[in-house]
């Protein structure tokens, strides 16, 4: 299977409409920054690599058609474009380090004609996606270093393909490990209350030929228990200075169950998802999504009193003292991490 | 709010469906012990303690109509009774404890006529029905002493009115420490696969005036992790002599994340829920149940491919050296487990 979550086609954002999966795998084509906005919001497109790259697209949808011949009212344009595409989701870092990146591209060009400010800008929204590929490979072969023959995996949420261009990071650790023979089993967490991991990770998983298994989060510790999972591994949406790392609300539940169980757990996240001006994780904003995700089931049948109160976070901080390792696309970081993190991202 | 979750009435078992909660508050009348086995199975009547009163009620459905004057002849189809009653569904002891106590009162009363040992079953069934309610009451005045005004309390499942008579374990706790205006503030852990915590806990919570929130089994750690729990307190399926607990699966993720949290993790559960002829937790039985349940939203809409495997345990075990005490209607057992439940239960 060879998909890409998101793309440049004919001069539009072509993603996958992941919210239509896994009953169906439909593209759509998108031409205006305030649609793009909008998929990200209702996750249409989500995981942060790809957030990523929807901002470096979504920065140049939102100054392709706007014309004039001056840097400043230019800059001013592309600012107020930056503000609005960075108040979509405010919890994966990728998202605002496309963002920063497109900025800083377009001043470091800022003597140069509009319309060519333009075209650098669309090339840098596309050198992300280039890069973001090759990253992920390279993650792949770090981790998969990790494994075993044979070795249980289990993962939450979905960082895989469908979190990035056309690899994945978590889960592109295990494709990568499976294409060197090292036939994996793998476990999904079904990850409430969007279900990535039932809708997204199982069904790329299984098109990607590795023998995998669903089960509901609550399943994770008797997993653990019963000796079924020799490695956990996920994604990152934000890795501070010292290693403390948001992911998918119930990554830091993983993550102590593997502690107690002596199961070694592992991130997988690329550079651009460290954030080192956040000192530690009580930095890191954590999404607040609507009630409807956890009082609904996806936004169809209601399940508990109309009247419910409820607490929906998006993601959770794990301590870095629980994390065994982050995999990056320069090798993998160990502890302690304040100073291993700021190595590995200052070497070229 | 005054329910009953079981009850005698008019010659035939009525329950209230609880797979239809809480939209709708429906009650089924049985009157045919193969229906009363379909709705333990399917969970219209569920919860350990409402399943002792369901076994006693199904034996006495299950002899009620057949005639014959002989008590080997009645005994063996007691047995008979009794024996399919018990494969409804396996973890539960109460269920088994309901039969057997049954089966005992009639090899007791054997030497009289057959309608008199009949009426003298239906006697014994409704005898376990007004007991489940004192024990509940006991239990929740023992529990409550655990409270301090104002504590935070998270739970799992439903271990309330829903799964007992008329009062609950759990949930009982919170409610006499309500009475006794400790104010607390109640978590609910939604439960997936089947939702008891989103759909029926959080529905009697409020119905009983307590504050409560609702949250994705996710965002367990997290709210410990905010300090947002002071108690965790969960109902018990069975009980093994070590004090080992099976319980809805995700139990024991939650005595894992309070321990490493320091958060006390309390069981509640009548002396019917103690099986003294398990050692330890890894001779109880573990239901496993239909894919259906994971792969599907409440067996509506699908939501992951049709391929997926899935493995559905109903619970897990929480290991003894994780649980602060036990809560029963004699009290609290303490650590060490082994020679305290011992003797709490042979007192008199």
New interface residues.
Partial sequence: MNIRTIDWKSNKVRIIDQTKL??KLVYIDINRLEDLWQAIKIMQVRGAPALGAAAGLGMYLGIKDYVCSDWDKFNRKLTSVAKYLASSRPTARNLFWGIERILAVAAANKTKPITQIKQIILADAKSIMREDALSCRKIGYYGSKLFRKNDKVLTICNAGILATIDYGTALGVIYSAQAQGKKLEA?C?????L?QG??LS??EL?KQGVD????????????M?EGKVDVVITGADRIAANGDTAN???S??LA??A??HKVPFYVAAPKSTFDLKIKDGSGIKIEMRKDKE??S??F??????K???????AF??IPHQLINGIITERGIIRMPYIRNIRRMLRKE
Avoid at 189 to 193: K, L, S, Y
Avoid at 212 to 223: E, G, M, S
């Fill in positions: 896994p009953l476990f967490c079904e990850t409430r209350p279900l039932a809708r199982a069904w299984h995998v298994t669903l089960i509901a989060d609550n399943t994770a510790a008797k997993l228990q998918k609300i119930g830091f539940n102590v169950l502690r107690y956890v009082a089931l996806l169809k049948r209601e399940i508990t009193p009247n419910a109160r409820v607490l929906n976070p959770d901080i």
